[in-house]
Structures are given as structure tokens and as C-alpha cells.
């Protein structure tokens, strides 16, 4: 049993006791249910579950570490990052960068692929669509160069006709 000499340092022990304990159960808690953000990008992912480790316990083995990593990775760089099968969480932080990195330039190569093969026709081919109107087509969007077309078509008619009546 401890004796205190004041009861100032009772107090400051009983808070420092209970505080330390009780920042370890959130920075547990929190560890546990983790998950990496949609637009947090590995880096800050690692050194936020890193962190929290440190707080929860900060004599924490690096295999629970890993652990922690490894759980609340994003699913789509997660099956990735377990097929190389880090050792350490130094491993882990070096394959989920490569992963990320490698995943962001393959969305980047298929959003320039969209781009290219969904250009819009140009008004030759729009004018073309036009006149081979079937059955299937009927229920397509008309574009603004259609409706240009047709309105400046119907204004020369109706001018032709006031003119030919002088």
C-alpha cells in the first residue's frame, strides 16, 4: 500500500493511473475497428494504425501490428498486398505503396481509354444517323446540330414561300 504525503499527489496519481488506462482502451478500441478511408492513401493509413498501436500498447509485438494492417487495409488493395505475404510491417508498408501505386496508373490508363473511344461523332455522322432512321433509332436523343439543321431548313422554306408570294 502507498502512502501519500498530500492529498494533491493521491489525486495526480489516481488521475494519471485511470487517464493512461482509459486512452489505451479508445486507442484499443479504436486499432480494433480501423478501417483505411476511401481517399486516405497507404502512407497515412500505416502511420495512423502505427500510432494507434504505439497507444493502445506500446510493447506491442510486430506480428499483432501486421495483424492490424493487414485488417483494415481497403479491400481493393487487400488481396494484393496478402498475395506478396509481408513478414513485417515494414514489408507491408513497401507492398501496399507498390500495390497503390500500381492500381493508380491503371485507372488512370483506363480513364484515358474511356476518353479516347467515347469521343463524341461529329456532325457528319450526326446528320448521317439521320437519314437512315429506322425502328430502332426512333427513340435515340436528337442532338443540337439536328435541330439547328431542321430549324434553319423549315426558316429557308417559309422565307422561300413569303417571297414567292411578292
Not at 5 to 27: H, M, P, R, Y
Not at 31 to 42: E, I, K
Not at 48 to 65: P, Q
Given at each position: 500500500?502507498?502512502?501519500?504525503?498530500?492529498?494533491?499527489?493521491?489525486?495526480?496519481?489516481?488521475?494519471?493511473?485511470?487517464?493512461?488506462?482509459?486512452?489505451a482502451d479508445i486507442s484499443?478500441?479504436?486499432?480494433?475497428?480501423?478501417?483505411?478511408?476511401?481517399?486516405?492513401?497507404?502512407?497515412?493509413?500505416?502511420?495512423?494504425?502505427?500510432?494507434?498501436?504505439?497507444?493502445?500498447?506500446?510493447?506491442?509485438?510486430?506480428?499483432?501490428?501486421?495483424?492490424?494492417?493487414?485488417?483494415?487495409?481497403?479491400?481493393?488493395?487487400?488481396?494484393?498486398?496478402?498475395?506478396?505475404?509481408?513478414?513485417?510491417?515494414?514489408?507491408?508498408?513497401?507492398?501496399?505503396?507498390?500495390?497503390?501505386?500500381?492500381?493508380?496508373?491503371?485507372?488512370?490508363?483506363?480513364?484515358?481509354?474511356?476518353?479516347?473511344?467515347?469521343?463524341?461523332?461529329d456532325p457528319l455522322t450526326?446528320?448521317?444517323?439521320?437519314?437512315?432512321?429506322?425502328?430502332?433509332?426512333?427513340?435515340?436523343?436528337?442532338?443540337?446540330?439536328?435541330?439547328?439543321?431542321?430549324?434553319?431548313?423549315?426558316?429557308?422554306?417559309?422565307?422561300?414561300?413569303?417571297?414567292?408570294?411578292?
Amino acid at each position: 500500500m502507498h502512502l501519500f504525503k498530500t492529498w494533491t499527489s493521491f489525486v495526480q496519481k489516481l488521475i494519471n493511473t485511470f487517464e493512461s488506462s482509459g486512452k489505451a482502451d479508445i486507442s484499443f478500441h479504436r486499432l480494433r475497428h480501423y478501417q483505411q478511408g476511401l481517399t486516405q492513401d497507404v502512407r497515412q493509413y500505416y502511420f495512423e494504425i502505427m500510432k494507434l498501436c504505439k497507444e493502445a500498447n506500446a510493447l506491442m509485438d510486430d506480428a499483432s501490428k501486421l495483424q492490424y494492417l493487414k485488417d483494415g487495409l481497403k479491400p481493393s488493395l487487400r488481396f494484393d498486398v496478402l498475395l506478396k505475404n509481408p513478414q513485417t510491417t515494414e514489408e507491408f508498408l513497401e507492398y501496399a505503396q507498390k500495390v497503390e501505386e500500381l492500381k493508380s496508373l491503371d485507372e488512370k490508363d483506363s480513364m484515358i481509354d474511356q476518353a479516347v473511344n467515347h469521343k463524341s461523332p461529329d456532325p457528319l455522322t450526326l446528320k448521317l444517323k439521320t437519314m437512315n432512321i429506322n425502328s430502332s433509332q426512333v427513340h435515340q436523343p436528337i442532338s443540337s446540330h439536328q435541330l439547328n439543321f431542321n430549324n434553319s431548313y423549315k426558316n429557308t422554306q417559309f422565307n422561300n414561300n413569303n417571297n414567292s408570294g411578292r
